[in-house]
């Protein structure tokens, strides 16, 4: 077994799992009173692959899979249905494997990152290719999106934390802290960040896009 998802009522769990060719599976479970109840079960048609993350759309309409080994058809991401486990994309656009991904809320957006150094901004309805962005110079460790779905942070092995600004993809705010970056985290509505590296630990509020661009 990879990963274990519970609905936030408790209701039901996606269970993903490897069987013994290596192949990847996800099976949806009724959880009841007296133990688990199978519902369905979807192979994924990928093989030789590392599960590194996987997370829900802010209803929970969607489960996004991102893997650490690129398929061997080239799949970084996998989008299905919460409902049928019906596979609704598949990603791409990456020259190696994904190390996290998040759903950018009020959108079609999926905000992804690699150990190739970038991040992708991609449609998780269509899996095409938005927005290539550049700026760490080693493995982005991590994404993040707040409610309102108006920022994003990323964090990389350079030591690197940025906000950026999902109207326009265009970083906001750079903070420097450590030689590795450890999650990061955005405050719902966007407006304070707590980046966590080792025993360290920093809460900051993010200034707004007036104040920067009076800089």
Request: charged share 20%; aromatic share 10%; glycine share 6%.
């Amino acid at each position: 077994i990879k990963h274990v998802l519970f609905t936030n009522n408790g209701k039901y769990a996606y269970v993903v799992y490897e069987n013994d060719d290596y192949l990847l599976f996800i099976s949806k479970l009724l959880v009841t009173n007296s133990g688990l109840k199978l519902l369905k079960t979807k192979d994924l048609g990928i093989g030789i692959s590392c599960l590194n993350d996987i997370r829900f759309s802010a209803k929970e309409e969607y489960i996004l899979l991102s893997l650490g080994v690129l398929s061997s058809d080239g799949v970084a991401s996998i989008v299905l249905n919460t409902k049928n486990l019906e596979i609704i994309s598949k990603f791409e656009e990456f020259n190696s494997g994904v190390l996290m991904s998040c759903f950018i809320p009020h959108s079609s957006n999926v905000v992804s990152c690699s150990y190739d150094m970038s991040i992708k901004v991609w449609d998780y309805l269509s899996g095409k290719l938005v927005k290539p962005l550049y700026l760490h110079r080693d493995f982005v460790m991590n994404v993040s999106s707040c409610m309102n779905g108006k920022y994003f942070a990323s964090s990389g092995q350079d030591g690197l934390v940025t906000i950026w600004e999902t109207n326009s993809w265009k970083p906001i705010e750079k903070i420097r802290f450590g030689a590795y970056m450890c999650p990061t985290v955005l405050s719902p509505n966007g407006k304070t960040i707590a980046i966590l590296d080792g025993e360290s630990l920093l809460i900051k509020e993010i200034k707004s896009i007036d104040e920067l661009g009076s800089r």
